[in-house]
């Protein structure tokens, strides 16, 4: 799998994502910074890390989803090609029109950086397929902003697609308030595009790739998109 | 020219800092304050006196940057 980690000002997490695409993909990524116009030929994924582009002024990813680099990831989306976003990678690609909706302010006002429990719904997409449909994950976040919304069609639409492929859930997969730690409506951690080949995720997954950092549930989503593409090159 | 473009939410969309901001002014003892939403005001400057070209380029700049249509209301006015 040959992929690209975007680098944006004030994003952090970009090195942490490279890390654990090595440990569990086996890809070796190029590191792309926004004034790129072309992504690295022959790319297969590309990954928007997360962090703080451009200190979140404005709203979080809005200025980062104008940068000259997501023209590039527009058109790589729109032939087929996989894209990840993660945390600030989500507000991203929901600012660059490539997922709908919005994250907005936290439902409590609070930054939350703690483990989340996190359903995965589907088990059958190529950011999944490591994972069995219903487990549950617990993956950390660390956001302000991740409060997902939009207009009641998108939601309907979302749910009716299978396109919620992580819900926030009690570590038995129960949903409940208690857990929807940030307010999204429907509990929604993650979500596809239409097409099924961008995937936006408030948690970390590359921050649970090794025994050190006490939990590796996060592998499972690396792992599986390398094997995705193995094979192919 | 002097232009002001205001950002809002969409009415219906939970502001909960807004919300904060009303508790708070409450808790100051503000008399007469029903409720709080909270938005953006961005001050300005467009060269030229073409009015109507400076309103283009200031709907453009919300349209494009400033606001999220799919939460947030803008108006553009020349102020002066």
């Known amino acids: ?233 | 020219m002097k232009a002001r473009v205001t950002v809002t939410l969409k009415s219906g969309v939970l502001d909960p800092q807004g919300k904060a901001i009303e508790g708070a002014l409450k808790s100051l003892g503000v008399e007469g304050v029903a409720s709080v939403r909270q938005g953006k005001v961005f001050d300005i400057e467009v060269p030229g006196a073409d009015r109507g070209r400076a309103e283009a380029a200031l709907k453009e700049a919300a349209e494009r940057l400033l606001a999220n249509t799919v939460i947030e209301d803008y108006r553009v006015e020349i102020v002066g």
Not at chain 1, 103 to 109: D, E, I, K, T, W
Not at chain 1, 121 to 130: K, L, N, V
Not at chain 1, 194 to 207: D, Q, S, T
Request: aromatic share 8%; with cysteine.
């Open chain 1, 1 to 233: 799998m040959k992929s690209a980690v975007l680098v944006f000002p004030g994003i952090n997490r970009e090195r942490d994502m490279a890390r654990a695409l090595r440990l569990c993909a086996g890809s070796d990524p190029a590191m792309v910074w926004h004034t790129e116009t072309a992504l690295p030929a022959g790319t297969d994924l590309v990954v928007l890390p997360g962090g703080f582009s451009y200190g979140d002024y404005l709203r979080c990813g809005a200025i980062a989803a104008r940068s000259p680099v997501m023209d590039a990831v527009r058109a790589f989306a729109a032939s087929g090609g996989l894209v990840l976003g993660i945390c600030n990678g989500f507000q991203i690609l929901c600012e660059a029109g490539l997922l709908p909706g919005v994250l907005m302010r936290n439902a409590g006002l609070k930054f939350i950086c703690k483990d989340a429990y996190i359903r995965v719904e589907r088990a059958d997409t190529p950011f999944t397929r490591g994972y069995d449909a219903g487990q549950v994950i617990r993956v950390p976040v660390a956001h302000g902003e991740g409060n997902y919304m939009a207009d009641s069609e998108t939601i309907a639409r979302l749910e009716g697609d299978g396109r919620i492929v992580f819900r926030y859930t009690a570590p038995d997969g129960a949903l409940s308030p208690d857990w929807n730690m940030n307010g999204s409506i429907y509990a929604i951690a993650g979500i596809l595009n239409e097409r099924g080949n961008v995937l936006g995720m408030m948690p970390h997954p590359e921050n649970h790739v090794e025994d050190l950092m006490g939990c590796t549930d996060g592998r499972g989503l690396f792992a599986g998109l390398g094997r995705h593409f193995s094979g192919r090159h």
